[in-house]
């Protein structure tokens, strides 16, 4: 295939790419939206293919590769619960990162088979793309792994400090600097493979500070790095569609991570640096005093409800792994007809993962109009009879607006304590992901119903 046409179909995938994010940034559009990122992916990787020319022998192993990781990715996605979507999301983040190594690696050590020159005479711009391109996909295979292992509750969600550690990571940023900058000048594989193991550590200690409070963002943040390190190995390759789609990854991802920084109230260059100056998280972790609650069953609220002239849901984790959403809906229909307006309330990290309970209620049909975010709502509570908190914990919790020393203190939370009676459905008292105990389960108008929120659910239509 000519160079010009090959241009052209990077030019529509690329274009393809960027309807996808378009329509993934609204549950009504987002299948139109994978739909278009599957065509923009199939026809990139058919052009590569043709714009190679003779693969060799070398043909049969990248299509058996191929296929193998196509299928190794279809049975992951159709077996996946919706609850573990954030660690995949982390492990498939670590591969990319692997493979912008892999590929650095490559080019380092074969440059004539990319047209990078020969060995110890590579062009300047592709030693300084490659080099970039493995610094970054290094931090982010190992900070993805860590993020991996702390979603996944094998690694302690909990911040791991020592001190020194924000000198340290300074020390290390800078010594890539300047590896690289000596990389280029003596093009010694030494350097170059020291720069890539400082990268590894590097990835280690950015993510290890932060706490469960703040993984919404390092996920979304992980996804930035990941398009960074493509697109620095599109250059080395010059694959065009290569470094599109990183540079949309990259900046979409970066921009999420602003986003998500804001509705946490959390300094965006703190996180990215590492948790620098984020509150130290094991506060919560001290033994929490003794409170009265008041614990009500499936009659209670079901009455509540039934005589409310307003509901509204606040879901999060809890009714992610209960998988309660179809349940809810069910009860949604039998309140409204009674007559009872419902409406959604989302929180931006509810759920660990940005869109996570957006996915679940379109998942059971729930109509996009009856569900707000937190801003578009947050002012309806002083006026709701009945909040209905189906699993969701840190992000209702009133201590984030009223003790400083709490680690989620200046994160916007949904005000459900201001709704004349809250239904908590949970477990246990257990805090949530953050470490902390929640004021709201002790408030006079709190009534906590402790069970499994599907069950719990069911039985509450029933009642209706």
Not at 131 to 156: D, V
Not at 249 to 273: E, T
Not at 379 to 389: G, L, P
Not at 421 to 428: A, D, G, N, Q, T
């Amino acid at each position: 295939m000519s160079a010009n046409l090959s241009a052209f179909f990077y030019l529509i995938s690329g274009i393809l790419f960027i309807l996808a994010l378009r329509g993934l940034s609204s549950p009504e559009t987002s299948r139109q939206g994978n739909y278009f990122g599957i065509a923009g992916m199939i026809i990139s990787i058919i052009v590569t293919f043709l714009s190679v020319g003779n693969f060799g022998q070398g043909f049969v192993y990248v299509l058996i590769f191929l296929l193998i990781g196509g299928a190794i990715g279809a049975v992951i996605a159709f077996k996946i619960p919706m609850t573990a979507m954030p660690e995949l999301v982390a492990g498939f983040h670590s591969l990319v990162g692997l493979a912008a190594v892999f590929v650095a690696i490559s080019a380092f050590l074969k440059p004539e088979a990319f047209n990078l020159g020969v060995v110890g005479n590579i062009k300047l711009a592709s030693l300084i793309e490659m080099s970039l391109g493995a610094a970054i996909g290094a931090i982010t295979f190992s900070g993805s792994i860590i993020a991996f292992l702390k979603l996944r509750g094998i690694m302690s969600g909990a911040p791991i400090t020592f001190k020194g550690q924000h000198i340290l990571n300074l020390i290390l940023g800078l010594t890539i600097i300047f590896l690289i900058y000596y990389l280029c000048l003596s093009q010694s594989a030494n350097i170059f493979w020291t720069t890539v193991l400082i990268s590894f550590l590097v990835g280690v200690l950015l993510i290890i500070p932060i706490g469960g409070a703040d993984m919404p963002v390092v996920i979304s943040m992980l996804n930035s790095y990941s398009g960074w390190a493509a697109a620095g190995i599109g250059f080395t390759l010059e694959n065009t569609a290569l470094i599109i789609t990183g540079a949309l990854v990259g900046s979409s991802g970066a921009i999420l991570s602003y986003i998500m920084c804001k509705g946490m109230n959390r300094s965006f260059f703190n996180v990215i640096l590492g948790g620098w100056g984020v509150t130290d998280q094991s506060a919560g972790s001290a033994v929490k005093e003794q409170k009265p609650v008041k614990n009500g069953n499936a009659d209670d609220a079901a009455f509540l409800m039934k005589n409310a002239s307003s509901v509204i849901i606040v879901p999060g984790y809890g009714m992610a792994v209960a998988q309660a959403q179809h349940a809810l809906r069910e009860m949604v229909d039998a309140l409204k007809k009674n007559g009872v307006k419902v409406s959604y309330a989302i929180h931006p990290v509810a759920g660990r993962m940005p869109g996570h309970m957006n996915v679940l209620l379109a998942e059971a049909n729930v109509p996009y109009d009856e569900v707000f975010e937190l801003e578009e709502i947050n002012n309806d509570f002083a006026n709701c009879d009945v909040a209905y908190v189906i699993g969701a914990n840190d992000v209702t919790n009133p201590v984030a607006k009223s003790d400083p020393q709490s680690p989620i203190y200046g994160m916007p939370v949904l005000d459900v304590e201001k709704s004349k009676s809250v239904l908590f459905v949970k477990r246990s008292l257990s805090p949530g992901y953050a470490g902390i105990d929640n004021d709201l389960f002790y408030r006079d108008n709190t009534l906590m119903l402790f069970a499994d929120a599907k069950k719990m659910t069911e039985e509450i239509v029933k009642s209706l």
